[in-house]
């Protein structure tokens, strides 16, 4: 039994000894330099080439090399019998709550107009805070950290969801209250799934709900937001400002307008990035169980997309 790695543009290396510091005796073919495809029962991905997987007459098994699996789900060539896993650490929840957090702040105490002013010289003492709430659009491991950290920092939150929420700690808003939901809060934090209902959530529609000037937060996919809508949402000051670190097209073409515009702060998506050394140890207590015919641990739901 081989496992493949297919992960374009990455180093492999570090996958490779983290693997190997677990299961010594691993066979690891990675992609473009497979030459045994008929061995390989497991592959790891993350952004394969389309189609790439019908190379594989015995895949048994997929992992996600991340939390998201819209990668592999857009994929036609990934049969629906396939099983797919993903990752799911402790570390990524961390690390995507700390990044949140500090566009947060940074909107709430105007960081990004102390940054201009610093370099046009001006010493402006007004309004040093922004009242903000918070809304967090998707609600699982993620987000739920996300309202429960930013809440006991003192900032009023409330959740949204497509699926329903019982005993939920915070306040709770279902797809058919979304205009309820968007009217309540200054600072929307994207953090749903990639799914066909999920497509395209942040286009001008919504953003002509928004209360006027809410800040958006994008760490969950770049097909979740329209860009266009958003320079339009800008210009017509439906909103103020946005921190993203995901894109349509990643790396970010150098064309873009996202660039030049002084009301979006960039970052190359790296809010939450997988630590091979701590996936590892998922990744073949998988292929152990895989090779035993035992359950899987964190299986994707392909109806939630997650």
């Known amino acids: 039994m081989s496992l493949a790695i297919i992960s374009p543009g990455r180093d492999p290396k570090v996958w490779i ?56 789900l857009s994929d036609p060539a990934v049969g629906d019998a396939l099983p797919i896993v993903r990752i799911v650490d402790e570390k990524l929840t961390w690390s995507m709550t700390n990044y949140v ?55 009023e939150v409330v959740g949204f969801g497509f699926s329903e929420k019982k005993d939920f700690n915070y306040p709770y808003f279902q797809k058919d209250q979304l205009e309820e939901f968007l009217s309540q809060v200054n600072v929307l934090v994207c953090l749903l799934p990639l799914t066909p209902e999920t497509e395209g959530i942040l286009n ?38 946005a921190l993203l670190d995901v894109y349509q097209q990643e790396p970010l073409p150098i064309s873009h307008p996202f660039w030049e515009e002084k009301r979006i702060q960039l970052t190359p998506h790296i809010a939450s990035v997988t630590n091979p050394k701590a996936a590892a140890p998922q990744i073949i207590e998988n292929y152990k169980r895989l090779i035993a015919s ?11 997309g997650y």
């Open 101 to 155: 957090i500090m566009g947060v702040l940074n909107f709430h105490r105007q960081f990004l107009r102390y940054y201009h002013d610093q370099h046009a010289k001006t010493w402006d003492m007004t309004n040093p805070e922004i009242p903000v709430k918070v809304g967090v659009m998707g609600v699982g491991a993620l987000g739920g950290d996300v309202l429960s950290k930013l809440d006991g920092l003192g900032f």
């Open 294 to 304: 035992l359950p899987l641990l964190n299986l994707v739901n392909r109806t939630r």
């Open 204 to 241: 001008l529609s919504l953003f002509k709900k928004c209360s006027k000037g809410t800040y958006l937060i994008n760490v969950a996919r770049g097909k979740h937001l329209n860009e266009a809508d958003l320079l339009t949402a800008l210009n017509e000051e439906m909103l103020s400002g």
């Open 17 to 72: 000894e983290a693997l190997r510091y677990h299961q010594p005796e691993i066979d690891i073919q990675v992609y473009p330099e497979i030459d045994r495809p008929e061995a390989v029962e497991m592959a790891l991905l993350w952004q394969h080439p389309p189609g790439y997987l019908k190379t594989f007459p015995n895949l048994k098994l997929i992992s996600s090399l991340g939390a998201g699996v819209d990668h592999i």
